[in-house]
DNA sequence: TTATCATTCAAACGTTCGTTTGAATACCTG
DNA sequence: CAGGTATTCAAACGAACGTTTGAATGATAA
């Protein structure tokens, strides 16, 4: 299909890209300017244009570079552990954490820049440009639907309504702890050095994420238990 | 303290919130631009920085105006609640649905406006802007301390540091929710009109956020269950 | 009515934005 | 080495930005 997209990046590239994670992530896509970026990056102004064509082809291209990896991975993990399971079927945790896992053994990367990037993606699903969102969306796409397939025969019984409602949760809780886990500190307490450490952050999401799939379907309750 | 607040909003003003509240959420801060924002509203140009001085200072009177109002709601009902139990501890269910019930009122005032302003707040905890993020955490702190301590009382057995974690997820949970739901898609099969039916999102919300809230600790199972 | 204050208005301010240009330099092929 | 393509560079472009100005208008009280 995407045949096209092989060409490899020369080294201006990958500057501008590496700089480009980082200054969208500090200061938003509106915000980090083509003079910031460039500086950043150490190349001439007119260097972004001259390689991605425009701003928003820069902002695409910065996406494109991790995303397709990130989501390919999640759906090898999961295939390997179909392969082991050889038919029986997978808990959910399972399942969760290997959607959960990629996102954080990218955050464990700071070298190459994944943190930035891990983020910055955060960020996104909240950003008003819509062709950003849409993007995202198109390259989600297979992934989730592996997942959501995943999740089915793991769980028959769960509406799929429910299901994808819940998919839904799951996602922002993942989205938000990733993107603002260290800017908003709304509730004070958490030990700082504990915010970083990707493994006890996979355990706390894949516990609080798989219990809240799991939950008892409130569709029949509508109102509290009785006292 | 802040006395000076209750000088009074004249008409001008108002409408300057309401289409800055609209405005913002569909644009972004940095992406809403005074000339957009005073036609909008049918004001002249000059109007925002006469009226509050900057588009800095018009940004956090947006939120003032509805935050604090939201967050005493929510003390309110959680007090409320804690005086019809009469000592008796409450559920943590209950808790969380007097937190999540304020939000969602304010989705159903559409009237109002208020859907607006809860969309664009879900979005304002992921905004690099600096200033935004500390007004917003100081605007919460009350409320989230007032919570924090309802949640231990009801949960005297789980740690402190999980329960942090834990109301971080349920918060992220929410807030993406409430940011995302329309706008990102990523998940094919919800049906489009349940999506704004607020006591559907109430219970689904609130079953998904307490089953994670009580999901068994995740601390002493580093490893996956013996199959 | 006249004096005083608050508000609205059209116009312009200087700055920064993303993008384009055309010449200069580097790289590669024959 | 010569010729051609790819890249870098300094400079400038017009447009849009947030803000300021000073006069015009409205409301209020003596």
Redesign the interface.
């Known amino acids: 299909m995407n045949l096209r997209a092989i060409k490899p990046l020369n080294e201006t590239q990958i500057r501008i890209l590496d700089a480009a994670e980082e200054l969208f ?4 896509f ?2 980090a300017s083509m003079r910031m970026l460039t500086a950043k990056a150490g190349v001439n102004l007119a260097a972004i244009n001259y390689h991605f064509g425009s701003k928003d082809a820069l902002i695409e291209a910065v996406f494109r570079r991790r995303l397709d990896v990130m989501n390919a991975e999640r759906i090898a993990q999961l295939e390997r552990l179909e392969q082991e399971a050889a038919g029986a079927p997978l ?1 959910a ?2 399942i969760i954490r290997a959607f959960v896992g990629a996102s954080l053994r990218m955050i464990e990367d700071a070298r190459g820049g994944g943190r930035n990037f891990i983020r910055l993606l ?2 996104a ?5 819509k062709p950003i ?1 849409a993007l ?2 198109q390259m ?2 297979p992934a ?2 592996r997942f ?1 397939a995943a999740f089915v025969r793991a769980l028959p019984e769960l509406p ?3 299901l ?6 799951m ?7 990733l ?3 260290d ?9 700082p050095e ?1 915010r970083y450490d990707a ?2 952050l996979e ?17 029949t ?2 109102v ?2 009785a006292a």
């Open positions: 992530m500090q200061h938003g509106e915000g808990t945790e399972a955060g960020r699903y909240t950003e008003p440009a969102r995202i969306g989600y796409a989730m639907e959501k799929k309504d429910e994808v409602w819940r998919m839904h949760f996602f922002g809780t993942l989205a938000y702890t993107a603002a886990t800017t908003v500190q709304l509730i004070a307490g958490a030990k504990d493994r006890l355990n706390r999401l894949t516990a609080f994420m798989s219990a809240g799939l799991l939950a008892p379907l409130a569709g309750i509508n509290k238990k």
